[in-house]
């Protein structure tokens, strides 16, 4: 399959990430399709101006289309597959799951004659070159690397076994987003015992970032949360089966899931309070 000329390409579905990964697409010429059905007024008009062509559904997606990839929260990961059962293409699955639940959409694809790609995703939404970068493994990453080429989106081939990709995501939110529920805790513990002021009067002394830090998990949690918690309880799936405890995710999955959904308040000591109150219940 020559992904260097112009392909069609199926997306499902369209949010934030999504949309930039689809952007990147239509400036390099392929036709990106995506399905409407069921989707938000604020789904069709990020679509929209992203220059996504809609097929209308899924299934006349996957009748259409060359690639599919699947950017989706990573809960709705395997129901994004199913809902496309029977496709004979490339399906990049670039959903931030465990190893185990890519071998199951893998065996999913792969049984009804699809090419399974395992993906990971790492940085914001690809809006410029040089801050996020898609990991790639399994026999057909190479064609969706050069899917790629000349985009704000860096393709990297991840050297290991077909679920490498998913394994790299894994490792590196336990990491990014783990901590950033540790910090909330933390900091939640604090206030609930009456503490605070004196917490973050040594943070300033010994470990300065930290403060800012907290606002940042806070504005996270509370625009990012509700699709934090699947990739915690990934990331747990993927600890336990390596033999590692799984309970540090779990935690973090049930701090992301107390944190309230405000996207639209801005970052800043009011939101943090009413985080914190909220995990520890005192909201």
Same mark, same amino acid.
């Given at each position: 399959?020559?992904?260097?000329?112009?392909?069609?390409?199926?997306?499902?579905?369209?949010?934030?990430?999504?949309?930039?990964?689809?952007?990147?697409?239509?400036?390099?010429?392929?036709?990106?399709?995506?399905?409407?059905?069921?989707?938000?007024?604020?789904?069709?008009?990020?679509?929209?101006?992203? !220059?996504?062509?809609?097929?209308?559904?899924?299934?006349?997606?996957? =009748?259409?289309?060359?690639?599919?990839?699947?950017?989706?929260? $990573?809960?709705?990961?395997?129901?994004? +597959?199913?809902?496309? *059962?029977?496709?004979?293409?490339?399906? %990049?699955?670039?959903? #931030?799951?465990?190893?185990?639940?890519?071998?199951?959409?893998?065996?999913?694809?792969? !049984?009804?004659?699809? /090419?399974?790609?395992?993906?990971?995703?790492?940085?914001?939404?690809?809006?410029?070159?040089?801050?996020?970068?898609?990991?790639?493994? !399994?026999?057909? #990453?190479?064609?969706?690397?050069?899917?790629?080429?000349?985009?704000?989106?860096? =393709?990297?081939? =991840?050297?290991?076994?077909?679920?490498?990709?998913?394994?790299?995501?894994?490792?590196?939110? +336990?990491?990014?987003? !783990?901590?950033?529920?540790?910090?909330?805790?933390?900091?939640?513990?604090?206030?609930?015992?009456?503490?605070?002021?004196?917490?973050?009067?040594?943070? #300033?002394?010994?470990?300065?970032?930290? #403060?800012?830090?907290?606002?940042?998990?806070?504005?996270?949690?509370?625009?990012?949360?509700? /699709?934090?918690?699947?990739?915690?309880?990934?990331?747990?799936?993927?600890?336990?089966?390596?033999?590692?405890? @799984?309970?540090? *995710?779990?935690?973090?999955?049930?701090?992301?899931?107390?944190?309230?959904?405000?996207? @639209?308040?801005?970052?800043? $000591?009011?939101?943090?309070?009413?985080? %914190?109150? +909220?995990?520890?219940?005192?909201?």
């Amino acid at each position: 399959m020559n992904m260097t000329s112009p392909n069609v390409v199926g997306l499902l579905h369209p949010g934030e990430m999504g949309t930039a990964v689809g952007r990147c697409l239509t400036e390099r010429g392929h036709t990106v399709l995506w399905a409407s059905e069921g989707r938000s007024a604020a789904t069709v008009a990020r679509a929209k101006a992203a !220059g996504l062509t809609d097929a209308g559904t899924p299934r006349q997606l996957a =009748a259409q289309a060359r690639v599919i990839i699947s950017v989706c929260p $990573p809960h709705a990961a395997l129901d994004v +597959a199913w809902a496309v *059962h029977g496709f004979t293409g490339v399906y %990049l699955d670039a959903n #931030a799951i465990s190893p185990g639940t890519a071998r199951e959409v893998a065996h999913l694809i792969n !049984g009804n004659g699809g /090419r399974y790609v395992d993906g990971g995703i790492i940085g914001p939404p690809p809006r410029r070159a040089g801050t996020t970068r898609l990991y790639l493994s !399994g026999d057909d #990453a190479p064609a969706v690397h050069q899917l790629f080429d000349g985009t704000a989106f860096e =393709a990297r081939i =991840a050297a290991g076994p077909p679920t490498a990709a998913s394994a790299i995501k894994m490792a590196y939110a +336990a990491w990014t987003k !783990g901590t950033a529920a540790l910090l909330l805790t933390a900091r939640a513990l604090a206030q609930a015992e009456g503490v605070e002021d004196t917490l973050l009067a040594e943070w #300033a002394v010994s470990q300065p970032h930290l #403060a800012e830090q907290s606002v940042q998990a806070a504005r996270s949690g509370v625009t990012k949360g509700w /699709r934090w918690v699947g990739e915690m309880e990934e990331i747990a799936q993927s600890m336990a089966a390596a033999g590692l405890p @799984d309970g540090f *995710h779990q935690a973090a999955a049930e701090i992301f899931r107390r944190c309230p959904r405000l996207p @639209d308040v801005p970052a800043g $000591p009011h939101l943090t309070a009413t985080v %914190l109150r +909220a995990l520890t219940g005192s909201e």
